[in-house]
């Protein structure tokens, strides 16, 4: 059996696969977008690159195969053919994990059985050692067997989750993920020479994020990965990514970004993450109320992931403070607003309709980010004036 020409799969929350696939063509690598998935034409060398540099993707997976599996036997047949020995060492600490949807083999714990059997024998098989246990003492392989209509996609995560972008060992009660928080920001009108509001900081994500956005950090570049201890991907694709990372951040260029909270501790909290992330001189930490802001430029971006629902007691504590925001956020038309909730009377509290509104989800809550766009910034190569003759 060949293996997929699609050979990996950027997996994406749903409602940002565009933007994990504009992050994929920006780094020169061809793709297709489907829900929740980024297709990319790659070859193994480039799991590194595209690993080290995705913001919005959550894994990178290894695309092993595709093909349809109706029965038991099919499925297991298609596995055992595939080149396990090319991918993995005798002492792969390797896993199944399932997933069936709209397919005839629905029993996800029979579909992982047959799957991993048929693994272990082709293992045993290409390394001639019928009969012998594997160790799965070595590097590990988390392997999925995803049907969908009845196709068999086999696929092996290279990353683990890509938003443990290692600066955030402790976090608020309702955390945003790092993933999240970075396609609200690519979301904005927000440029690196502008100043940004993080409003209801917590445990600093959003301004961590856009502090290393601002500076060209990449996402990935303090943590580790399944694939990198994998011998079927050279160790200088690993090295070439890391020299890249370093080579392309901007370690000391200025930034005007603010993280506010009404809470000390988070205030505490979202500064020692940014320590850890290497970030800390590139933001200014503020223990204040949301709506007591008074930003002095004329133009920026205001963003915040605010308390809702899940996350205040009641339903007149949310409408106050939705009201008292919005108030003030109208006294400076040149900042664009950008707001993430589950609220469903937001646009009314806040006092107005939102320019534009899109749906994502935090974790599993679904949620709408509204967004207010700002008088547009005068550039002075495009909007100066002629001077009159």
Same mark, same amino acid.
């Given at each position: 059996m060949q293996m997929a020409k699609r050979k990996l799969i950027a997996t994406a929350a749903m409602g940002i696969e565009a933007l994990v696939a504009k992050e994929v063509r920006?780094?020169?690598?061809?793709?297709?977008?489907?829900?929740?998935?980024?297709?990319?034409?790659?070859?193994?060398?480039?799991?590194?690159?595209?690993?080290m540099w995705l913001r919005t993707a959550d894994r990178v997976k290894l695309v092993v195969a595709e093909f349809k599996a109706t029965t038991f036997t099919e499925l297991f047949d298609g596995v055992v053919a595939l080149p396990w020995t090319d991918l993995m060492p005798w002492d792969a600490a390797f896993t199944v994990d399932g997933r069936s949807v709209?397919?005839?083999?629905?029993?996800?714990?029979?579909?992982?059985k047959i799957t991993e059997k048929a693994i272990v024998e082709a293992m045993q098989r290409g390394y001639r050692k019928e009969g012998e246990w594997l160790p799965k003492s070595g590097a590990k392989f988390p392997i999925e067997v995803a049907l969908l209509k009845d196709v068999a996609t086999i696929t092996i995560d290279t990353s683990g989750p890509l938003h443990r972008r290692g600066y955030r060992e402790l976090h608020s009660q309702a955390p945003l993920k790092e993933t999240m928080a970075a396609a609200m920001i690519q979301l904005t009108n927000w440029r690196p020479d502008m100043p940004f509001y993080d409003v209801f900081t917590g445990s600093g994500t959003l301004a961590?994020?856009?502090?290393?956005?601002?500076?060209?950090?990449?996402?990935?570049?303090?943590r580790e990965y399944f694939a990198q201890d994998w011998t079927c991907i050279p160790k200088k694709a690993w090295y070439a990514a890391i020299n890249e990372a370093n080579e392309k951040a901007e370690w000391d260029k200025p930034l005007k970004i603010y993280g506010i909270d009404l809470d000390p501790r988070m205030v505490k909290l979202a500064k020692d993450n940014a320590e850890l992330a290497d970030v800390r001189d590139a933001i200014t930490f503020v223990h204040s109320?949301?709506?007591a802001l008074k930003p002095k430029e004329e133009y920026g971006v205001i963003i915040g992931n605010p308390p809702y629902g899940e996350r205040l007691q009641s339903e007149e504590e949310i409408i106050d403070l939705y009201e008292r925001i919005g108030e003030q956020y109208a006294k400076y038309p040149g900042?664009?607003?950008?707001?993430?909730?589950?609220?469903?009377?937001? $646009?009314?509290? #806040?006092?107005?309709?939102?320019? *534009?509104?899109?749906?994502?989800?935090?974790?599993?809550? $679904?949620?709408? #980010?509204?967004?207010?766009?700002? *008088?547009r910034r005068p550039r002075p190569d495009r909007d100066a004036k002629p001077k009159s003759e």
């Amino acid at each position: 059996m060949q293996m997929a020409k699609r050979k990996l799969i950027a997996t994406a929350a749903m409602g940002i696969e565009a933007l994990v696939a504009k992050e994929v063509r920006d780094l020169g690598y061809m793709c297709e977008v489907e829900n929740g998935r980024i297709y990319i034409d790659a070859e193994m060398e480039d799991i590194p690159r595209l690993n080290m540099w995705l913001r919005t993707a959550d894994r990178v997976k290894l695309v092993v195969a595709e093909f349809k599996a109706t029965t038991f036997t099919e499925l297991f047949d298609g596995v055992v053919a595939l080149p396990w020995t090319d991918l993995m060492p005798w002492d792969a600490a390797f896993t199944v994990d399932g997933r069936s949807v709209k397919s005839k083999l629905f029993s996800i714990r029979d579909c992982q059985k047959i799957t991993e059997k048929a693994i272990v024998e082709a293992m045993q098989r290409g390394y001639r050692k019928e009969g012998e246990w594997l160790p799965k003492s070595g590097a590990k392989f988390p392997i999925e067997v995803a049907l969908l209509k009845d196709v068999a996609t086999i696929t092996i995560d290279t990353s683990g989750p890509l938003h443990r972008r290692g600066y955030r060992e402790l976090h608020s009660q309702a955390p945003l993920k790092e993933t999240m928080a970075a396609a609200m920001i690519q979301l904005t009108n927000w440029r690196p020479d502008m100043p940004f509001y993080d409003v209801f900081t917590g445990s600093g994500t959003l301004a961590i994020e856009a502090a290393m956005i601002g500076r060209n950090i990449a996402p990935g570049i303090n943590r580790e990965y399944f694939a990198q201890d994998w011998t079927c991907i050279p160790k200088k694709a690993w090295y070439a990514a890391i020299n890249e990372a370093n080579e392309k951040a901007e370690w000391d260029k200025p930034l005007k970004i603010y993280g506010i909270d009404l809470d000390p501790r988070m205030v505490k909290l979202a500064k020692d993450n940014a320590e850890l992330a290497d970030v800390r001189d590139a933001i200014t930490f503020v223990h204040s109320d949301a709506a007591a802001l008074k930003p002095k430029e004329e133009y920026g971006v205001i963003i915040g992931n605010p308390p809702y629902g899940e996350r205040l007691q009641s339903e007149e504590e949310i409408i106050d403070l939705y009201e008292r925001i919005g108030e003030q956020y109208a006294k400076y038309p040149g900042y664009s607003v950008y707001m993430l909730t589950s609220y469903e009377d937001f $646009e009314k509290a #806040y006092g107005r309709p939102a320019t *534009k509104r899109r749906k994502l989800y935090n974790g599993n809550i $679904e949620t709408q #980010y509204y967004q207010y766009f700002g *008088k547009r910034r005068p550039r002075p190569d495009r909007d100066a004036k002629p001077k009159s003759e």
